[in-house]
Nanobody, 130 residues
Framework: QVQLVESGGGLVQAGGSLRLSCAAS????????MAWFRQAPGKGREFLAA????????YYADSVKGRFTISRDNGKNNVYLQMVSLKPEDTAVYYC???????????????????????WGQGTQVTVSS
């Protein structure tokens, strides 16, 4: 059973930056496709970014492309989300997600969805003030 724990959320002013981290345990991290999602109040969970096993292939939602960067460190069992030029509309709870082979390359066929990922963290709050 894979366990995911996010950290790094907080309050930041518009235009600022944050780096989220997600620590994985209980599985073979290097075999997991990893992703970040977010959920704003009153809205559904939104896909943001995904990476394959090695980190050599990544995919981004249009809403964050060019501002957010996903990366992973298989030696530390961590995945990261670097966020720059934050906007008030980026305010949400951010979730780390992990999945098997489908999750590692699904974007070759279509955009990733929640159901592609089997494991989820508890979320970390990001609040961007205007």
């Amino acid at each position: 059973q894979v366990q995911l724990v996010e950290s790094g959320g907080g309050l930041v002013q518009a235009g600022g930056s944050l780096r989220l981290s997600c620590a994985a345990s209980g599985g073979t991290f290097a075999r997991l496709g990893m992703a970040w999602f977010r959920q704003a109040p009153g809205k559904g969970r939104e896909f943001l970014a995904a990476t394959n096993w090695s980190g050599g292939s990544t995919y981004y939602a249009d809403s964050v492309k060019g501002r957010f960067t996903i990366s992973r460190d298989n030696g530390k069992n961590n995945v990261y989300l670097q966020m720059v030029s934050l906007k008030p509309e980026d305010t949400a709870v951010y979730y780390c997600a992990a999945g098997g082979p489908i999750a590692a390359y699904v974007w070759n066929q279509r955009a990733p969805r929640e159901r592609d990922y089997n494991y989820w963290g508890q979320g970390t709050q990001v609040t961007v003030s205007s």
